[in-house]
């Protein structure tokens, strides 16, 4: 009996498998919540998010899920709602934002915010910004609810507002007032996505790091005069020779452990000749071309090798017979992790070459902070979750050239990965992507990424 005793003991315990879900109801609750969602003009300006804040928390609320409701503003509120874990590891943060850009109905086939389905697709602002990732956090946590999944971390939902227009009301408020309720070690939020290219999977990036705005504007001051006389200190020339002498300017190269990952596995998926690219960016006697070549071919790969600096608005004169006494430029300037901004503005002083331009720095609301690792068990679960629900593609972590949310909560020292829904890398240039004047998403991936938040955060805060 102690031997047959001793035997059991050194049987290996696994933790039972979790419930899986009815797929195929799943999906009509999925589609009722997605098309309600994104039926509502919740435009950012003025933003309004309180309908759709009002929708979640009554659907948690029936589930038996406590929630929050947090505001700086009237009609512009944050939900957070919370499933409590045994507290073995730290919380888990499901992040997405209600709020979508703004539209012009003329442009739409359908109307922006009819979440009409015809040939496969939801046609309708915010399919996939972000009320996707919306929908699908709502999900996970639901179904974690419903099947009573033990878990090892409290799971967080938080639906912010602002996020396309006044992080203040949203993200910003919620760190600096409302910490405690969605203090994390993990999040999930937007920023990446699977693509697929001539209806082949190809990869699923992940959003580990950004760059972060850091505009600023030229300003010269010259001489007022009659248009008819030539003036040598025109403030419109010396404005436009200080914007293209910025722009000139190829900032030094600056790899981070994003980035080199990223393009070491791009090129394990690439032709021969875009991998030896990739894979000699660092080499001395080659990189100077292939970053000239990235800057003419791949502008976008160009920009995730170093802060960028673009032109985007000139001001001067008022009326064509005047010389005017001032003018100025606007730089849109994308800083990536680990630059010295202070250095950084001296050397573009020292760019542009004219004392008389004075370069005046705009107020950062994102601060650059360290990129989120790769050695974590979040990015573990989201290669394996990929490999299970997009298998034939690659994950690749990727420093997105625009901003998110995330960027917020990095400098809180939350480990953040962004990820997305799958889209057809075609539909961009058809117009049919975030923020255009078509955006859609492939119902059947919005099932699809349903399956797959709920593959990973079970992996994440799933008891094991």
Avoid at 76 to 88: D, F, I, Q
Avoid at 185 to 194: D, F, I, P, S
Avoid at 220 to 238: E, M
Avoid at 278 to 305: C, D, F, G, T, W
Wanted: charged residues 25%; neutral net charge.
């Amino acid at each position: 009996m102690i031997r047959g005793a001793l035997f059991l003991l050194a049987l290996p315990i696994f933790a039972a498998a979790p419930p899986s879900p009815d797929w195929r109801a799943i999906e009509a609750e999925t589609l009722r919540h997605y098309q309600a969602l994104v039926r509502m003009d919740t435009s950012d300006p003025p933003g309004l998010e309180a309908p759709a804040v009002d929708y979640l928390r009554k659907v948690l609320e029936a589930e038996g899920i406590p929630c929050q409701v947090f505001a700086q503003e009237p009609g512009r509120p944050n939900l957070v709602a919370r499933l409590k874990g045994s507290g073995k590891k730290r919380p888990l943060l499901l992040m997405a934002h209600t709020d979508v850009v703004n539209v012009d109905p003329a442009k739409w086939t359908f109307p922006p915010f009819s979440a009409t389905r015809d040939g496969g697709y939801i046609y309708g602002r915010g399919t996939l910004d972000d009320k996707d990732n919306l929908t699908a956090s709502l999900m996970a946590i639901l179904l974690l609810k419903r099947l009573n999944i033990p878990l090892d971390r409290d799971v967080i939902f938080l639906a912010e507002s602002g996020e396309e227009g006044n992080s203040t009301v949203g993200i910003l408020y919620m760190v600096q007032n409302r910490w405690d309720a969605i203090d994390a070690e993990y999040c999930l939020a937007e920023g990446g996505a699977v693509l697929r290219r001539d209806g082949k999977l190809s990869r699923m990036t992940v959003s580990t790091t950004e760059k972060v705005p850091a505009r600023a504007t030229l300003r010269v001051r010259g001489t007022a005069g009659h248009g008819s006389v030539p003036l040598a200190d025109n403030a419109i020339v010396r404005v436009s020779q200080a914007v293209a002498r910025a722009a000139a300017w190829q900032t030094p190269m600056k790899l981070n452990d994003t980035t080199r990952a990223y393009f070491e596995r791009l090129a394990t998926i690439s032709t021969p000749e875009q991998a030896a690219r990739y894979n000699n960016l660092v080499n001395p006697e080659k990189s100077a071309a292939i970053q000239e070549y990235l800057r003419l071919h791949e502008p976008l790969h160009y920009s995730m090798l170093r802060t960028s600096i673009s032109p985007t608005v000139l001001k001067g004169g008022y009326r064509m017979n005047v010389i005017p006494s001032e003018a100025e430029a606007t730089l849109d300037i994308r800083v990536v992790p680990g630059e010295n901004l202070e250095r950084f503005f001296d050397r573009l002083k020292a760019q542009i070459g004219d004392p008389g331009v004075e370069i005046e720095r705009g107020s950062m609301t994102r601060q650059p902070a360290p990129p989120s690792r790769l050695d974590t068990e979040v990015f573990r679960a989201l290669e394996e979750a990929q490999k299970s629900i997009y298998s034939g593609a690659i994950t690749l972590p990727i420093m997105q050239t625009g901003a998110t949310d995330m960027a917020m909560l990095r400098q809180r020292g939350v480990q953040c990965y962004g990820i997305g829904s799958l889209v057809d890398e075609e539909d961009a240039r058809k117009g049919f992507g975030a923020h255009s004047d078509q955006e859609r998403l492939l119902e059947s991936e919005l099932y699809r990424f349903v399956r797959f938040n709920w593959d990973v955060v079970n992996r994440v805060a799933g008891r094991r």
